[in-house]
């Protein structure tokens, strides 16, 4: 393990955050807030930081990077960019506390968008604005912009991707994994504009418009308003922003496939097929379990229900409806979409759609050969096998995540939190979600989690966000043995 060089790569991307702490600085300085001293100074210590690290690590360039050395970069990279990127939040007063401060951070950069602010609306736009921006810059990855801005990288760049990418098999577009990167960025750019301008176009001023923008394509769900997207109460915005929720938990893979012309690129994927179904019936399921008991109308039933639906299972978290107030039926439906999330290769998060196909599938494959114990069968994915070192991976994969949520929602629980709270606090930030149920529902938020509490779900959320792996593998002896 050369530490040396990732000391290094970590001295890069603080400085690269430092750089684009200029964004809300800018911003500060054009409209005069309050935000000027301390986004300035963040700017420059983050700078520093990174320029320090740069000088006194680099050494000669590398032409191979180990696994190991990717999951360190990435792992400790995200600490790192969640660290300095809450010095704006914490030098400004918005939070009395650090590790508050830190939260709020970690959540956006995770794209959780679990919030322990109190008062959105009172915090200025600045560092609103930054607090929208740092779930921009997670959702396709920090580590990946870097792997298509920094060529030096070398082949080492795909140890990065994978460790970073969420997704089990990654899809590479390009033979040059920096191509592939570039590519994936121009695509999220691409869309980002999109859902801007058609924002604008309904009405939403410049604003509202870039932060909702910069929060709904990498699925994060920080809003500048306290009742989220139930504050505009408009059929427009729910509708545009559901699209592009919907757009956001598809393997972005498919939107590069579509754009060049393949015009089914969406229907031959099975993933994309699966995860779509879901979406459908199961906003069905839900419209029709609040209808009469919560809203009055088919039209209304089905225009909360599949915001909320979506929002959820593509791990957003934006809301327009209270869903604690809902029946349990649809709660639990909400609880379960939770883990499921998004396609791999979207910005979602979750245990994504093709791990539980593959489960799904594999369980078949057992049941099949226990009427038939001579046949020989394969799991097959897209009309493609799956390896079973794919498979053990998966199943590894979800044995940690089912048995992470239970340790972590019991410890969350002893330290004095309600059940039901406890649980989906915990699965709301291992899925990188936001909103749970109870005290942290849609109408509430995380402030009053405890404070060793909040330090276990900023560690929920760095797991899922960098898929369990790349952050639990600290925990193996053999990860420090040469």
Not at 100 to 105: R, V
Not at 114 to 129: G, H, K, N, R, W
Not at 227 to 252: E, K, T
Not at 420 to 441: K, R, Y
Request: charged share 10%.
């Amino acid at each position: 393990m050369r530490w040396k060089y990732v000391f290094y790569m970590v001295g890069v991307l603080t400085f690269l955050l430092g750089l684009l702490m200029s964004i809300p600085l800018l911003w500060a300085v054009m409209f005069r807030d309050s935000c000027v001293a301390s986004l300035g100074g963040s700017m420059a210590v983050t700078t520093l930081t990174g320029t320090v690290f740069y000088f006194i690590f680099r050494g000669p360039k590398t032409e191979f990077l180990s696994q190991r050395e990717g999951m360190a970069i990435v792992a400790i990279g995200w600490v790192a960019v969640g660290f300095f990127g809450a010095l704006p939040f914490y030098w400004n007063g918005v939070f009395d506390q650090f590790v508050d401060a830190f939260f709020e951070s970690v959540s956006g950069f995770t794209t959780t968008g679990a919030s322990v602010m109190t008062d959105i609306e009172a915090v200025p736009q600045s560092i609103l604005l930054w607090r929208s921006l740092i779930q921009w810059l997670g959702g396709m990855g920090i580590i990946v912009l870097s792997v298509a801005i920094l060529p030096f990288l070398g082949v080492g760049g795909m140890q990065l991707y994978k460790a970073e990418v969420p997704s089990p098999m990654p899809d590479k577009l390009k033979p040059r994994i920096s191509d592939t990167a570039k590519i994936l960025w121009k695509v999220y750019l691409l869309l980002s504009l999109g859902e801007l301008l058609l924002l604008l176009i309904g009405g939403m001023g410049f604003y509202d418009a870039l932060c909702h923008t910069l929060t709904t394509l990498p699925t994060g769900g920080f809003s500048p308003k306290n009742l989220s997207i139930a504050h505009y109460n408009s059929v427009y915005f729910d509708l545009v922003i559901l699209l592009f929720m919907v757009l956001a938990g598809i393997n972005f893979s498919l939107h590069y496939q579509f754009l060049k012309g393949n015009s089914l690129a969406f229907w031959k994927d099975s993933e994309c097929r699966f995860f779509l179904a879901v979406v459908v019936l199961l906003t069905l399921v839900v419209s029709f379990n609040i209808y009469g008991p919560v809203y009055h109308t088919i039209g209304e039933a089905l225009r909360f229900g599949s915001f909320q639906v979506v929002s959820i299972v593509t791990t957003t978290g934006f809301a327009t409806a209270d869903f604690n107030q809902w029946p349990g039926m649809s709660k639990l439906i909400l609880l379960i979409l939770m883990f499921l999330g998004a396609s791999a290769g979207s910005t979602g998060g979750g245990m994504k759609c093709m791990r539980i196909m593959i489960c799904f599938k594999y369980c078949y494959k057992e049941l099949f050969n226990l009427l038939h114990p001579h046949a020989v069968t394969t799991v097959k994915l897209g009309g493609k096998r799956v390896s079973d070192d794919v498979i053990r991976s998966i199943l590894g994969f979800l044995a940690l995540y089912m048995g992470i949520f239970a340790l972590c929602a019991v410890l969350l629980a002893g330290m004095g939190v309600d059940l039901v709270t406890a649980v989906s606090a915990v699965a709301a930030s291992i899925g990188n979600i936001g909103p749970g149920l109870n005290l942290v529902g849609p109408v509430g938020n995380f402030a009053g989690i405890p404070v060793l509490g909040k330090w276990l779900l900023i560690w929920c959320m760095l797991l899922g966000r960098l898929e369990i792996y790349t952050v639990i593998i600290f925990l193996v002896p053999e990860f420090w043995r040469k």
